[in-house]
């Protein structure tokens, strides 16, 4: 996938601990965002990033933080996993914002 | 009114037709629009771009757009059945490089 891994790849947890989903990219691309995906909602935006340390929230932040501490990975924190909350992640790299990105091959969050 | 609107299907067609996909978006500021294809359990892949008025054309695909209208289309020529998937309207928001996606629609292409 073009140089984007997530992990873990699949993930049960339970409700009210906290979960850290890791996406990290070889391209050394700017941009990078987290989207979840689910029936009937589509893809969301959650946090996108912009370069280190630069983050900005996007349609259904709440109950998510992000940190970008260098320009290969991003994090995203379920600070308190609810069951709202399960889902499949995606993460996605850009070097250009005019020219689409690429997805990672997600993480699918089950939370019980 | 949701920002990105396609109709969820499934679209239903015979093998070596044309499919036609199609999109709306309400941000008459966006200047730039995607199709991505997901196949089931996979991420979504990326098959055009366009941002000028008019058509784009990348092998079967092409790729329709038409800002007046604010509209997006994709046509698939010589459909085969493993162009059977879901796929996805994505419109660049503002011009802020944040893709703001439809729902999808469901394509079946039957032998």
């Known amino acids: 996938d073009a140089g984007i891994t997530q992990s873990p790849r699949h993930k049960v947890t339970e409700t009210g601990t906290p979960v850290t989903l890791r996406c990290h990219q070889t391209?050394?691309?700017?941009?990078m965002y987290w989207y979840r995906q689910d029936p009937g909602h589509g893809l969301r935006l959650i946090h996108y990033?912009?370069?280190?340390?630069?983050?900005d929230k996007g349609e259904v932040s709440d109950g998510y933080s992000v940190s970008r501490s260098k320009t290969e990975d991003f994090l995203l924190t379920l600070e308190s996993a609810t069951s709202s909350q399960t889902s499949v992640y995606f993460c996605?790299?850009?070097?250009?914002?005019?020219?689409?990105?690429?997805f990672g091959s997600g993480t699918r969050l089950t939370v019980v | 009114q949701k920002e990105v609107e396609q109709n969820s299907g499934p679209l239903s067609v015979p093998e070596g037709a044309i499919a036609s996909l199609n999109c709306t978006y309400s941000?008459?500021?966006?200047?730039?629009f995607f199709w991505y294809r997901q196949y089931s359990g996979k991420s979504p892949e990326l098959i055009m771009f366009?941002?000028?008025?008019g058509d784009k054309e990348d092998g079967r695909f092409t790729a329709q757009l038409n800002k007046a209208s604010q509209y997006v289309s994709l046509l698939i020529r010589d459909s085969q059945p493993s162009d059977s998937a879901t796929y996805l309207c994505?419109?660049?928001?503002?011009?802020?490089?944040?893709?703001?996606f439809g729902q999808g629609t469901t394509l079946q292409v039957k032998p």
């Open positions: 996605a790299i850009s070097e250009d914002r005019r020219y689409g990105y690429t």
């Open positions: 391209e050394n691309h700017r941009y």
């Open positions: 990033s912009y370069g280190v340390k630069d983050t």
């Open positions: 941000d008459r500021g966006s200047q730039s």
């Open positions: 366009i941002y000028s008025n």
């Open positions: 994505a419109v660049n928001k503002g011009n802020t490089g944040k893709l703001i």
